[in-house]
């Protein structure tokens, strides 16, 4: 029998979760970060809706980062989401969190509305121990968005509670993985364009021809077959997201989804499609 099999004792926050409910868990740590997320706001829409937009911008930015940190990447369009944290760079993360709420360009996250979501502070040595007897919840020595999200809104929220809410909300629609995948797309994209931004803006600075030709490349870039592609995903994830939208009530958590009372599986989905479209036509969109 083997650690993770064994069933919890821990804590209140580690429930005992069967081993139907282990591999659930184990899987959804396998996904990128945004899809754990995603998965934790399904399972848990009306007690954490208004927490959303701190998950997205806060948390999920602060994990990435500490990602990139880890992999030595300084540059987004370099990086593709990875699902874990190993424990030194979970420790890193939260410390990272921590000054991102506090800084004052981020004042808006300070807000007391977002005070579920700030990070308790705590010295190095309580923080290893809550990340080793209470984050870490399949004792694998690694931090993933969604243990982190357990142990952040753990008033509402546990392991065993999570799987059999996600487990009962069946498989991904396929409208739902259409519009997801459309937006993985634009990602890709999106990081074809900025690469070969990169790399003309270097050659740019150089002297003689070579120089004046990428000056003149870069100039054209928004022209470009590149961009056009770029262009071209952003329309068909926007096509896609709003079939998405329309079919599922459209994440907006008013007492419940369609409004029937209730709040449908898909809600973190459909609103985190939007943020994201919303996010990368901010940046990309005409």
Known sequence: QTLQSILYQMTSFVEKL??????????VT???F???????????????HDQAEFIFSAAWEVMKYADMHAKGIQLIFQYEEGND???????????????????????????AKFERSHPTMMTAIKRKQEIREKVDVNFDGRIGMLEYLL??????ANPADFCERSMGGGEEHPEIRKARLAL????????????EKARLT????????????AKNELAQLDSSPLWEQLNAALITAEAAVRIATKKFGGGNYSGGAGGDGAARPTDGA??????????????YGR
């Open 30 to 32: 396998q996904k990128p």
């Open 18 to 27: 069967s081993p139907e409910a282990l591999a659930h868990f184990n899987d």
């Open 85 to 111: 944290l190993d424990f030194d760079i979970g420790l890193y993360f939260y410390e990272q969190l921590c000054k991102f709420v506090e800084q004052p360009k981020n004042a808006q996250w300070a807000d």
């Open 34 to 48: 945004s899809q754990q997320a995603v998965a934790f706001l399904n399972a848990y829409w009306p007690e954490v």
């Open 151 to 156: 142990y952040q809104y753990k008033d509402i």
């Open 202 to 213: 270097k050659l740019a600075g150089e002297p003689g021809v070579k120089g004046l030709k």
């Open 184 to 195: 993985e797309e634009v990602s890709k994209r999106i990081r074809a364009y900025e690469a």
């Open 270 to 283: 459909i609103w985190w499609m939007n943020r994201d479209l919303e996010e990368k036509k901010k940046r």
